[in-house]
Protein backbone atom coordinates (compact mmCIF):
# COMPACT_ATOMS: atom_id res chain seq x y z
CA UNK A 1 0.00 0.00 0.00
CA UNK A 2 2.82 2.52 1.19
CA UNK A 3 4.97 0.76 -2.22
CA UNK A 4 1.66 2.02 -4.24
CA UNK A 5 1.32 5.71 -2.92
CA UNK A 6 4.86 6.27 -3.73
CA UNK A 7 4.36 5.00 -7.08
CA UNK A 8 1.56 7.09 -7.02
CA UNK A 9 3.24 10.10 -6.06
CA UNK A 10 5.82 9.23 -8.23
CA UNK A 11 3.39 9.52 -11.17
CA UNK A 12 2.03 12.54 -10.19
CA UNK A 13 4.93 14.51 -10.24
CA UNK A 14 6.10 13.07 -13.28
CA UNK A 15 3.09 14.39 -14.74
CA UNK A 16 3.73 18.06 -12.82
CA UNK A 17 6.95 18.45 -14.11
CA UNK A 18 5.65 17.01 -17.77
CA UNK A 19 3.11 20.04 -17.34
CA UNK A 20 5.15 22.42 -16.49
CA UNK A 21 7.70 21.72 -19.82
CA UNK A 22 4.68 21.14 -21.88
CA UNK A 23 3.39 25.29 -20.82
CA UNK A 24 6.79 26.35 -21.19
CA UNK A 25 7.19 24.87 -25.09
CA UNK A 26 3.75 26.03 -25.89
CA UNK A 27 4.48 29.44 -24.39
CA UNK A 28 7.70 29.41 -26.51
CA UNK A 29 6.05 28.35 -29.49
CA UNK A 30 3.52 31.19 -29.07
CA UNK A 31 5.86 33.79 -28.50
CA UNK A 32 7.46 32.52 -31.64
CA UNK A 33 4.61 31.73 -33.98
CA UNK A 34 3.71 34.14 -36.55
CA UNK A 35 0.23 35.28 -36.69
CA UNK A 36 -2.23 33.11 -38.06
CA UNK A 37 -6.06 33.05 -39.61
CA UNK A 38 -8.72 30.50 -41.27
CA UNK A 39 -10.85 30.45 -43.72
CA UNK A 40 -13.53 27.69 -43.78
CA UNK A 41 -15.42 26.71 -46.45
CA UNK A 42 -18.34 25.79 -46.39
CA UNK A 43 -21.69 25.36 -48.72
CA UNK A 44 -19.98 26.55 -51.34
CA UNK A 45 -18.95 29.67 -49.96
CA UNK A 46 -15.67 31.17 -48.40
CA UNK A 47 -16.40 32.21 -44.78
CA UNK A 48 -15.26 35.22 -44.44
CA UNK A 49 -14.94 36.41 -48.01
CA UNK A 50 -12.96 39.15 -46.88
CA UNK A 51 -10.19 38.70 -44.55
CA UNK A 52 -8.07 41.64 -43.61
CA UNK A 53 -4.41 40.15 -41.71
CA UNK A 54 -1.23 41.87 -41.03
CA UNK A 55 2.10 40.70 -43.41
CA UNK A 56 3.42 37.41 -42.24
CA UNK A 57 0.11 35.63 -41.72
CA UNK A 58 -0.29 32.23 -42.47
CA UNK A 59 -3.56 31.62 -43.94
CA UNK A 60 -5.36 28.37 -43.63
CA UNK A 61 -8.51 27.35 -45.63
CA UNK A 62 -10.47 24.05 -45.05
CA UNK A 63 -12.99 22.34 -46.73
CA UNK A 64 -15.63 21.82 -44.70
CA UNK A 65 -18.00 20.68 -47.63
CA UNK A 66 -19.06 17.27 -49.11
CA UNK A 67 -17.79 18.57 -52.68
CA UNK A 68 -13.93 18.99 -53.71
CA UNK A 69 -13.09 22.74 -53.91
CA UNK A 70 -9.61 24.53 -54.48
CA UNK A 71 -8.11 27.90 -53.72
CA UNK A 72 -6.56 29.92 -56.48
CA UNK A 73 -5.49 33.47 -56.13
CA UNK A 74 -6.26 35.46 -59.15
CA UNK A 75 -2.38 36.84 -59.64
CA UNK A 76 -1.33 33.36 -59.64
CA UNK A 77 0.76 33.81 -56.16
CA UNK A 78 -0.51 30.57 -54.59
CA UNK A 79 -2.97 27.71 -55.99
CA UNK A 80 -3.96 24.72 -53.60
CA UNK A 81 -3.93 20.83 -54.73
CA UNK A 82 -7.40 20.00 -54.89
CA UNK A 83 -9.25 19.74 -51.18
CA UNK A 84 -11.61 17.54 -50.67
CA UNK A 85 -13.49 17.32 -47.05
CA UNK A 86 -11.49 18.15 -44.02
CA UNK A 87 -8.39 19.03 -46.71
CA UNK A 88 -6.20 22.09 -45.98
CA UNK A 89 -4.30 24.30 -47.55
CA UNK A 90 -2.15 27.64 -46.09
CA UNK A 91 -0.09 30.08 -47.71
CA UNK A 92 1.81 33.29 -45.92
CA UNK A 93 1.28 36.35 -47.18
CA UNK A 94 4.38 38.13 -46.74
CA UNK A 95 3.84 41.62 -47.86
CA UNK A 96 0.61 44.21 -47.55
CA UNK A 97 -1.64 44.09 -50.84
CA UNK A 98 -4.96 43.05 -51.96
CA UNK A 99 -5.35 39.12 -52.77
CA UNK A 100 -8.03 38.10 -54.93
CA UNK A 101 -9.21 34.25 -54.94
CA UNK A 102 -11.61 31.73 -56.00
CA UNK A 103 -11.70 27.79 -56.55
CA UNK A 104 -10.98 27.26 -60.04
CA UNK A 105 -13.96 24.19 -59.96
CA UNK A 106 -17.22 26.38 -58.91
CA UNK A 107 -15.63 30.37 -59.80
CA UNK A 108 -18.45 31.68 -58.56
CA UNK A 109 -17.35 31.34 -55.21
CA UNK A 110 -15.03 34.04 -54.58
CA UNK A 111 -12.79 35.86 -51.76
CA UNK A 112 -10.50 38.59 -51.11
CA UNK A 113 -7.44 38.68 -48.54
CA UNK A 114 -6.02 42.24 -47.58
CA UNK A 115 -2.73 42.16 -46.00
CA UNK A 116 -1.60 45.50 -44.29
CA UNK A 117 0.46 46.40 -41.38
CA UNK B 1 -41.26 19.45 -92.50
CA UNK B 2 -42.32 18.93 -88.97
CA UNK B 3 -46.19 17.82 -88.76
CA UNK B 4 -45.52 14.36 -89.58
CA UNK B 5 -47.92 13.14 -86.64
CA UNK B 6 -48.08 9.34 -87.30
CA UNK B 7 -44.22 9.07 -87.02
CA UNK B 8 -44.60 10.45 -83.67
CA UNK B 9 -47.37 8.32 -82.60
CA UNK B 10 -45.44 5.20 -84.05
CA UNK B 11 -41.85 6.00 -82.03
CA UNK B 12 -43.83 6.45 -79.00
CA UNK B 13 -45.69 3.12 -79.17
CA UNK B 14 -42.26 1.87 -79.25
CA UNK B 15 -41.40 3.82 -76.40
CA UNK B 16 -42.95 1.42 -74.02
CA UNK B 17 -40.41 -0.26 -72.88
CA UNK B 18 -39.59 3.00 -71.14
CA UNK B 19 -42.04 2.65 -67.95
CA UNK B 20 -42.54 5.54 -66.17
CA UNK B 21 -41.17 9.01 -66.57
CA UNK B 22 -42.44 12.17 -68.03
CA UNK B 23 -42.29 12.61 -71.97
CA UNK B 24 -41.08 15.13 -74.48
CA UNK B 25 -41.68 15.25 -77.80
CA UNK B 26 -39.96 17.85 -79.68
CA UNK B 27 -41.22 19.10 -83.09
CA UNK B 28 -39.05 21.31 -84.64
CA UNK B 29 -38.28 22.64 -81.09
CA UNK B 30 -41.41 23.57 -79.93
CA UNK B 31 -41.50 21.12 -77.38
CA UNK B 32 -45.01 19.20 -76.74
CA UNK B 33 -45.35 17.31 -73.58
CA UNK B 34 -47.65 14.47 -72.67
CA UNK B 35 -48.28 11.69 -69.89
CA UNK B 36 -47.01 8.76 -71.41
CA UNK B 37 -50.26 7.15 -71.04
CA UNK B 38 -52.04 9.60 -73.82
CA UNK B 39 -49.56 9.25 -75.95
CA UNK B 40 -49.75 5.58 -75.81
CA UNK B 41 -53.67 5.97 -76.52
CA UNK B 42 -53.20 8.05 -79.57
CA UNK B 43 -53.79 6.12 -83.05
CA UNK B 44 -50.58 4.21 -84.35
CA UNK B 45 -49.34 3.93 -87.64
CA UNK B 46 -46.09 2.10 -88.36
CA UNK B 47 -43.19 4.85 -88.63
CA UNK B 48 -41.84 5.19 -92.10
CA UNK B 49 -38.16 5.35 -90.82
CA UNK B 50 -36.58 3.02 -88.48
CA UNK B 51 -36.16 5.12 -85.30
CA UNK B 52 -32.67 5.00 -83.19
CA UNK B 53 -32.56 5.45 -79.30
CA UNK B 54 -29.10 6.77 -77.56
CA UNK B 55 -29.15 7.03 -73.52
CA UNK B 56 -27.66 10.11 -71.31
CA UNK B 57 -26.00 9.52 -68.39
CA UNK B 58 -24.13 11.58 -66.24
CA UNK B 59 -22.20 12.76 -62.89
CA UNK B 60 -22.01 9.34 -62.10
CA UNK B 61 -19.01 10.53 -59.21
CA UNK B 62 -17.38 7.36 -58.84
CA UNK B 63 -15.58 7.73 -55.75
CA UNK B 64 -18.38 9.70 -54.03
CA UNK B 65 -18.85 8.04 -50.93
CA UNK B 66 -20.37 10.59 -48.83
CA UNK B 67 -24.57 11.23 -47.78
CA UNK B 68 -26.91 10.67 -49.14
CA UNK B 69 -24.32 7.75 -51.13
CA UNK B 70 -22.12 5.69 -49.41
CA UNK B 71 -21.47 3.55 -52.89
CA UNK B 72 -21.46 5.79 -56.54
CA UNK B 73 -20.01 3.11 -57.94
CA UNK B 74 -22.95 0.96 -56.78
CA UNK B 75 -25.52 3.25 -57.82
CA UNK B 76 -23.99 3.75 -61.37
CA UNK B 77 -23.93 0.04 -61.77
CA UNK B 78 -27.18 0.11 -61.49
CA UNK B 79 -28.03 2.75 -63.95
CA UNK B 80 -25.86 1.08 -66.67
CA UNK B 81 -27.74 -2.30 -65.73
CA UNK B 82 -30.94 -0.09 -66.36
CA UNK B 83 -29.09 0.36 -69.98
CA UNK B 84 -28.83 -2.95 -70.36
CA UNK B 85 -32.27 -4.30 -69.75
CA UNK B 86 -33.56 -1.68 -72.12
CA UNK B 87 -35.82 -3.79 -75.23
CA UNK B 88 -34.31 -1.50 -77.91
CA UNK B 89 -30.83 -1.80 -77.55
CA UNK B 90 -29.17 2.07 -77.60
CA UNK B 91 -26.69 2.99 -80.44
CA UNK B 92 -24.58 4.90 -78.36
CA UNK B 93 -24.24 6.55 -74.83
CA UNK B 94 -23.69 10.08 -73.66
CA UNK B 95 -21.83 10.79 -70.24
CA UNK B 96 -22.06 14.54 -69.68
CA UNK B 97 -19.55 14.44 -67.09
CA UNK B 98 -18.62 13.94 -64.01
CA UNK B 99 -17.56 10.95 -64.52
CA UNK B 100 -15.63 10.52 -61.38
CA UNK B 101 -15.67 12.50 -58.26
CA UNK B 102 -11.70 13.64 -57.65
CA UNK B 103 -10.03 12.56 -61.22
CA UNK B 104 -8.20 9.64 -59.72
CA UNK B 105 -7.23 6.60 -62.08
CA UNK B 106 -9.08 3.89 -59.83
CA UNK B 107 -12.25 6.23 -60.51
CA UNK B 108 -11.93 6.45 -64.12
CA UNK B 109 -11.17 2.99 -63.95
CA UNK B 110 -14.23 1.35 -62.22
CA UNK B 111 -16.60 3.74 -64.76
CA UNK B 112 -14.91 2.59 -67.61
CA UNK B 113 -15.01 -1.24 -66.55
CA UNK B 114 -18.94 -0.53 -65.34
CA UNK B 115 -19.49 1.01 -68.91
CA UNK B 116 -18.02 -1.58 -70.81
CA UNK B 117 -20.24 -3.87 -69.92
CA UNK B 118 -23.07 -2.31 -72.23
CA UNK B 119 -20.78 -3.21 -75.48
CA UNK B 120 -21.86 0.42 -76.55
CA UNK B 121 -19.57 3.17 -77.91
CA UNK B 122 -19.75 5.63 -75.23
CA UNK B 123 -19.19 9.53 -76.12
CA UNK B 124 -17.62 12.16 -72.96
CA UNK B 125 -17.31 15.68 -71.97
CA UNK B 126 -15.53 15.50 -69.02
CA UNK B 127 -17.13 17.55 -65.98
CA UNK B 128 -15.10 20.05 -63.48
CA UNK B 129 -14.09 16.84 -61.44
CA UNK B 130 -12.71 15.28 -64.36
CA UNK B 131 -10.11 18.16 -64.46
CA UNK B 132 -8.63 17.43 -61.02
CA UNK B 133 -5.68 15.86 -61.91
CA UNK B 134 -2.31 17.61 -62.06
CA UNK B 135 -2.31 18.42 -65.33
CA UNK B 136 -5.60 20.20 -65.53
CA UNK B 137 -7.58 17.26 -67.15
CA UNK B 138 -4.75 15.32 -69.34
CA UNK B 139 -5.62 11.68 -67.39
CA UNK B 140 -9.47 12.50 -68.74
CA UNK B 141 -8.14 13.09 -71.74
CA UNK B 142 -5.78 10.52 -72.29
CA UNK B 143 -8.33 7.59 -71.44
CA UNK B 144 -11.88 8.92 -72.54
CA UNK B 145 -10.88 12.05 -75.00
CA UNK B 146 -8.87 10.21 -77.82
CA UNK B 147 -9.37 12.23 -81.34
CA UNK B 148 -10.67 15.40 -79.65
CA UNK B 149 -9.61 18.75 -79.94
CA UNK B 150 -8.55 21.59 -77.52
CA UNK B 151 -9.99 20.68 -73.54
CA UNK B 152 -12.04 17.73 -75.47
CA UNK B 153 -14.26 19.13 -77.65
CA UNK B 154 -15.24 17.29 -81.06
CA UNK B 155 -18.38 16.47 -83.23
CA UNK B 156 -19.43 13.45 -84.92
CA UNK B 157 -22.84 12.52 -86.95
CA UNK B 158 -24.66 9.69 -86.57
CA UNK B 159 -27.48 8.50 -89.15
CA UNK B 160 -28.12 11.64 -90.39
CA UNK B 161 -27.93 13.43 -87.07
CA UNK B 162 -24.65 15.92 -86.10
CA UNK B 163 -23.30 15.36 -82.49
CA UNK B 164 -21.69 18.26 -81.10
CA UNK B 165 -19.38 17.55 -77.80
CA UNK B 166 -18.45 20.83 -76.19
CA UNK B 167 -16.54 21.20 -73.03
CA UNK B 168 -17.35 24.58 -70.30
CA UNK B 169 -15.43 23.20 -67.49
CA UNK B 170 -11.78 24.38 -68.55
CA UNK B 171 -10.22 27.33 -67.95
CA UNK B 172 -13.01 29.07 -65.62
CA UNK B 173 -12.66 32.74 -65.21
CA UNK B 174 -12.94 33.95 -61.06
CA UNK B 175 -16.60 35.16 -60.52
CA UNK B 176 -17.73 32.84 -63.39
CA UNK B 177 -20.11 30.16 -64.59
CA UNK B 178 -19.06 27.77 -66.93
CA UNK B 179 -17.02 28.82 -69.77
CA UNK B 180 -16.26 28.20 -73.76
CA UNK B 181 -13.73 30.09 -74.20
CA UNK B 182 -12.99 32.18 -77.92
CA UNK B 183 -10.84 29.11 -79.63
CA UNK B 184 -13.50 26.13 -78.76
CA UNK B 185 -16.45 28.74 -80.20
CA UNK B 186 -14.12 30.06 -83.74
CA UNK B 187 -13.96 25.67 -83.94
CA UNK B 188 -17.75 25.11 -83.38
CA UNK B 189 -18.08 28.21 -86.29
CA UNK B 190 -16.11 26.33 -88.62
CA UNK B 191 -17.62 22.91 -87.56
CA UNK B 192 -21.76 23.70 -87.77
CA UNK B 193 -20.86 25.32 -91.54
CA UNK B 194 -19.99 22.60 -93.24
CA UNK B 195 -24.10 21.44 -91.84
CA UNK B 196 -27.67 22.33 -93.94
CA UNK B 197 -29.78 23.95 -91.41
CA UNK B 198 -32.39 21.18 -92.01
CA UNK B 199 -29.79 18.66 -90.27
CA UNK B 200 -30.75 18.11 -86.76
CA UNK B 201 -28.10 19.02 -84.26
CA UNK B 202 -27.54 17.68 -80.73
CA UNK B 203 -25.16 19.56 -78.43
CA UNK B 204 -24.18 18.02 -75.09
CA UNK B 205 -21.84 19.64 -72.40
CA UNK B 206 -21.47 19.28 -68.28
CA UNK B 207 -22.38 22.47 -67.58
CA UNK B 208 -26.17 23.70 -68.80
CA UNK B 209 -26.08 26.19 -72.19
CA UNK B 210 -28.59 28.68 -70.13
CA UNK B 211 -28.68 29.96 -66.89
CA UNK B 212 -30.13 28.21 -64.55
CA UNK B 213 -28.90 29.76 -61.62
CA UNK B 214 -26.40 32.21 -61.29
CA UNK B 215 -26.16 32.30 -57.88
CA UNK B 216 -24.51 28.98 -57.90
CA UNK B 217 -23.19 29.22 -61.29
CA UNK B 218 -25.36 26.96 -63.16
CA UNK B 219 -24.80 28.48 -66.24
CA UNK B 220 -22.50 29.23 -68.92
CA UNK B 221 -20.90 32.70 -69.59
CA UNK B 222 -20.36 32.87 -73.39
CA UNK B 223 -23.44 30.39 -74.16
CA UNK B 224 -24.97 32.95 -76.40
CA UNK B 225 -22.66 33.10 -79.12
CA UNK B 226 -22.76 29.25 -79.27
CA UNK B 227 -26.84 29.57 -79.38
CA UNK B 228 -26.13 32.37 -81.94
CA UNK B 229 -24.42 29.59 -84.21
CA UNK B 230 -26.93 26.62 -83.76
CA UNK B 231 -29.93 29.63 -84.30
CA UNK B 232 -30.02 28.65 -87.92
CA UNK B 233 -30.85 24.91 -87.49
CA UNK B 234 -34.56 23.61 -87.47
CA UNK B 235 -33.85 21.37 -84.37
CA UNK B 236 -31.33 22.03 -81.65
CA UNK B 237 -31.33 19.48 -78.15
CA UNK B 238 -28.78 20.57 -75.77
CA UNK B 239 -28.19 17.66 -73.17
CA UNK B 240 -26.39 18.99 -69.85
CA UNK B 241 -25.65 17.80 -66.56
CA UNK B 242 -24.42 18.92 -63.49
CA UNK B 243 -27.56 19.96 -61.78
CA UNK B 244 -27.87 16.32 -60.65
CA UNK B 245 -31.77 17.10 -61.50
CA UNK B 246 -33.88 17.35 -64.33
CA UNK B 247 -34.71 20.94 -66.15
CA UNK B 248 -35.77 22.11 -69.12
CA UNK B 249 -36.82 24.84 -71.85
CA UNK B 250 -37.39 25.75 -75.14
CA UNK B 251 -35.93 28.72 -77.02
CA UNK B 252 -37.26 29.15 -80.38
CA UNK B 253 -36.19 26.15 -81.76
CA UNK B 254 -33.77 24.94 -79.05
CA UNK B 255 -34.74 22.80 -77.04
CA UNK B 256 -32.35 22.22 -73.44
CA UNK B 257 -32.74 19.83 -70.88
CA UNK B 258 -30.89 18.34 -67.88
CA UNK B 259 -30.37 14.78 -66.67
CA UNK B 260 -30.27 13.58 -63.11
CA UNK B 261 -27.35 12.41 -61.70
CA UNK B 262 -26.45 8.47 -61.41
CA UNK B 263 -24.90 9.20 -57.79
CA UNK B 264 -26.47 12.14 -55.78
CA UNK B 265 -29.43 14.88 -56.09
CA UNK B 266 -28.75 18.55 -55.89
CA UNK B 267 -31.10 20.78 -54.49
CA UNK B 268 -33.58 22.96 -56.15
CA UNK B 269 -31.72 26.38 -57.39
CA UNK B 270 -32.05 28.85 -54.35
CA UNK B 271 -33.71 26.16 -51.91
CA UNK B 272 -30.71 25.35 -49.85
CA UNK B 273 -27.71 27.88 -48.77
CA UNK B 274 -25.46 25.92 -51.28
CA UNK B 275 -25.41 23.38 -53.94
CA UNK B 276 -23.89 20.38 -52.03
CA UNK B 277 -25.53 17.33 -51.72
CA UNK B 278 -29.24 16.93 -50.97
CA UNK B 279 -29.13 15.04 -47.97
CA UNK B 280 -32.50 12.51 -48.64
CA UNK B 281 -33.21 9.02 -46.84
CA UNK B 282 -32.08 5.98 -48.52
CA UNK B 283 -35.38 4.87 -49.69
CA UNK B 284 -36.09 8.40 -51.37
CA UNK B 285 -32.77 8.37 -53.37
CA UNK B 286 -33.22 5.43 -56.17
CA UNK B 287 -36.23 7.94 -57.01
CA UNK B 288 -33.81 11.07 -57.10
CA UNK B 289 -31.33 9.30 -59.48
CA UNK B 290 -31.84 8.29 -63.28
CA UNK B 291 -30.81 7.80 -66.89
CA UNK B 292 -32.68 10.07 -69.67
CA UNK B 293 -33.37 7.86 -73.39
CA UNK B 294 -33.43 9.96 -76.17
CA UNK B 295 -34.96 8.72 -79.57
CA UNK B 296 -34.90 10.38 -82.80
CA UNK B 297 -37.29 9.30 -85.78
CA UNK B 298 -35.49 10.33 -89.27
CA UNK B 299 -38.03 12.74 -91.51
CA UNK B 300 -39.47 14.19 -88.72
CA UNK B 301 -36.39 15.80 -86.72
CA UNK B 302 -38.15 15.30 -83.44
CA UNK B 303 -36.63 13.88 -80.19
CA UNK B 304 -37.98 12.85 -77.69
CA UNK B 305 -36.52 12.20 -74.04
CA UNK B 306 -37.25 9.95 -71.44
CA UNK B 307 -36.06 10.54 -68.22
CA UNK B 308 -36.65 7.19 -65.83
CA UNK B 309 -35.40 6.80 -62.15
CA UNK B 310 -33.30 3.82 -60.84
CA UNK B 311 -36.47 3.31 -58.54
CA UNK B 312 -39.25 2.80 -61.89
Not at chain 2, 12 to 31: N, R
Not at chain 2, 98 to 115: K, P, W
Not at chain 2, 138 to 149: E, M, P, Q, V, Y
Not at chain 2, 204 to 215: N, Q
Request: hydrophobic content about 45%.
Amino acid sequence: MTRAFKILSFQIAVLAAGGVMMTTVATMTHAAAPPAAAVQIDNFTFEAPTLTVRPGTTVTWTNQDDIPHTVVSKDGAFKSKVLDTGDKFSFTFAKAGQFGYYCSLHPHMAGTVIVKG
Amino acid sequence: MFDNDEDRRGFLKCMAWAGTGALFAFDGGIAGSMGLDSALAAPVRPSAAAPFTFVQVSDSHIGFNKPPNADARATFREAIAKVKALRVQPDFIVHTGDVSQLSRDDEFDDAQQILKETGLPVFFVPGEHDMLDPDGGKAFLNRFGKGSKGAGWYSFDHRGVHFVALVNVADLKPGGMGNLGAEQLKWLQADLAGHSSSTPVVVFAHIPLWTVYADWGWGTDDAAEALKLLARFGSVTILNGHIHQITQKVEGRIAFHTARSTAFPQPAPGTAPGPGPLKVPPEQLPGMLGITDAMFVRGNQRIALIDSTLSA
